[in-house]
C-alpha cells in the first residue's frame, strides 16, 4: 500500500494507533490535552462534510425524529442496558457512551453504502444540536455528582459547539478529498494512540474485562444493527431508505466518549469507547459486503468515524 492511500484508509490507520499506542504506552504527559485537540481537528474537519441547513422538508423532518428515537432512545437504552453488568469504573463509560450523539461518520457512510445521504446529514445536524441538552441530562441524571458540570459544559462546546462553528471556514477552503481524509485519520489515529495507550494495562492486564466488554460492544453494534435491518427490510422499507436507520441504530461518536472519558475522569474509563472503535469499524466493512451479496453492486471503501 503506498502512503498516501495508507493514510486515506481509516481502517489502516485505526489500526496503526491501536496497535502503537499498545506498545508505546500512548503519550508520556498531556494526554487529555492532546486527546481533546485532536478531537476538535477531527469534528471540526468531519463537520465541514455537513450542510446544516440543507433542507427543511416535511419528509427530512420525519426522517431525523425518528433517527433520534433509534440512536438516542433505542441504542441508548441497549447501551445502559450492557453497562448495568459492569463495574462503577466501567459502568460510567458505557454512561458516557450512551449520552453521545450519533457517529458523524454515519454521513459518508450512507453515501458509501447507497443510502439518502441529504436525510442523513439532516438528521445528524438534529442529533448534534440535541446533543447539546442530551448528554449532560444523561450524564448528570446516571452519575450525577461524580461529573463536573463546568466541566462538561466546556468541553461539549470545545468538541461539539466550537468544530460546528469553525467548521464552515473550513468548509471555504474546499479541501481536497483525499487531503481532507487523510487529515481527519491522521487525527483519529493520534486520538486511539492516546486512549489505547493510557489504557494499556487494562488491554494487557485484565483479558476478562476486554473479553466482557467485546461481547458487549459485538451486541452493541451488530445485535441492533443486525435486528433493525432485518425489522426494516421486513416491513418493506427499500435499502437506500433503511441505510442511515441501521447506521444510526449501531452509531455513537466513540472519540468524543473516549476523550470526555479521560477529560472528566479516569483513563480506564474510555476501555468501552475504545474497544468499541474496532467493532464499529468491523461493522462498516460488514454492511459494504452484505449489501453488495443482497441488495446491488456497491462496496464500501475506508472512510472516518468520531
Known sequence: MRPANFLESYTAMMALGLILGLVAGGFPALTKEISMASLAILMTLSLSNVSLTE???????????????????????LILAIGAFFYEDLWWGWVLMAAAPSAISVVPFTTILGGETSKALFSTATNYAAALLLMPAITF??????????????????LIVLPMILSRGVTRLQLAKPVSTSLMNVSFAVLIFAVAGANRDAFVGDPMTVLAVSIG?????????????FALRGLGM????????????????????????IA????VVAVPAT????????????????????NGTRTVSHSHET
Open 141 to 158: 441524571a446516571l452519575i450525577g455528582s461524580a461529573v463536573s458540570t463546568s466541566s462538561l459544559v466546556y468541553s461539549l462546546l470545545l
Open 217 to 229: 460492544c459485538t451486541v452493541r453494534t451488530f445485535g441492533i444493527g443486525l435486528g433493525t435491518e
Open 275 to 294: 474497544i468499541c472503535i474496532v467493532f464499529e469499524v468491523v461493522w462498516v466493512i460488514f454492511l459494504g459486503r452484505y449489501y453488495t451479496a443482497f
Open 55 to 77: 433542507t427543511k422538508s416535511k419528509g427530512h423532518i420525519d426522517h431525523a425524529l425518528k433517527a433520534l428515537f433509534i440512536n438516542y432512545g433505542l441504542l441508548t437504552l
Open 264 to 267: 472528566l475522569f479516569e483513563p
Open 238 to 261: 427499500p435499502k437506500p431508505s433503511r441505510i442511515s436507520y441501521v447506521l444510526f441504530s449501531s452509531y455513537k461518536n466513540l472519540g468524543l466518549t473516549a476523550t470526555l472519558a
